[in-house]
């Protein structure tokens, strides 16, 4: 008998997912622990409403000139947009940074998040939350990408591709998102997971006018399925 995602167990369903997007796109290129937290905390703030690329640019270029986050929690917030310009809204992203620098100065005395690295999951992301302009995605990033936490980042890619596979209802929205995808997706597939959707959701289901003919998981897909079925009756 095939199996649909109605009478498919929720986990073979995701490592199903998986499995196919990773033959199609590849593992993820880049691994785990590839910035401190406290780098990844930054490059995930000057990553907003930009490009991958534009934002590491924007991100060298700050480490360039200011080789130690001391010397960025000092420098004015104009000196510091001035050096991450490529990665686009620099007067805001400067002042978001030196806020997350001023507070996590005033609560460890120290510039550095390695102390993450024993505190649970739960408690590390709620510390993160705290600080000023950190959301659940950030957060989640941070202890995904810099400290190999079995945590999901949920942003628009994630969340569209989640509920057309029927993996979440659409009306949960990112932040319900991450809590129903954390209690299906195994902890080991946490980061390939995240990295599949992100890529699919880039190349293949996209906001407007998804190539469902293209896609590899369409038959595990709900909101394909229901569009054809759909179709079949009208
Ligand atoms: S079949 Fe279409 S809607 Fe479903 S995951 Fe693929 S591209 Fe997205």
């Not at 310009?85 to 809204?89: D, E, T, V």
């Not at 190349?203 to 998804?210: D, I, L, R």
């Given at each position: 008998m095939v199996k649909t995602p109605t009478n498919f167990p929720v986990h073979n369903q995701v490592e199903q997912i998986l499995l196919t997007l990773e033959q199609v796109y590849g593992p993820p290129a880049m691994q785990t622990g590839r910035f401190h937290p406290l780098d990844e905390l930054i490059a995930c703030i000057l990553s907003q409403h930009t490009s991958d690329k534009n934002s590491l640019r924007a991100f060298n270029n700050l480490k360039t000139h200011f080789p130690s986050w001391e010397q960025v929690e000092t420098a004015e917030a104009e000196s510091i947009a001035n050096v991450i310009?490529?990665?686009?809204?620099a007067d805001s992203k400067a002042v978001r940074i030196k806020h997350a620098l001023a507070a996590i100065r005033a609560d460890r005395g120290t510039l550095e998040l390695d102390f993450l690295r024993s505190m649970p999951d739960a408690e590390a992301r709620q510390w993160l939350m705290n600080?000023?302009?950190?959301g659940p995605k950030t957060a989640a990033i941070v202890l995904c990408?810099?400290?190999?936490?079995?945590v999901i980042p949920v942003d628009t890619h994630v969340f569209r591709v989640s509920w057309r596979l029927g993996l979440?209802?659409?009306?949960?929205g990112e932040g319900r998102a991450h809590d129903l995808l954390q209690a299906i997706v195994p902890d080991a597939l946490v980061f390939r997971f995240h990295v599949a959707l992100i890529t699919h959701g880039r190349?293949?289901?996209?906001?407007?006018?998804?190539r469902c003919g293209l896609c590899p998981v369409q038959t595990l897909c709900s909101h394909y399925l229901s569009t054809a079925l759909s179709e079949k009756t009208t």
């Open positions: 310009r490529s990665g686009g809204l600080l000023p302009g950190v990408f810099a400290l190999n936490r079995p979440v209802p659409r009306k949960a190349e293949t289901c996209k906001a407007q006018n998804p």
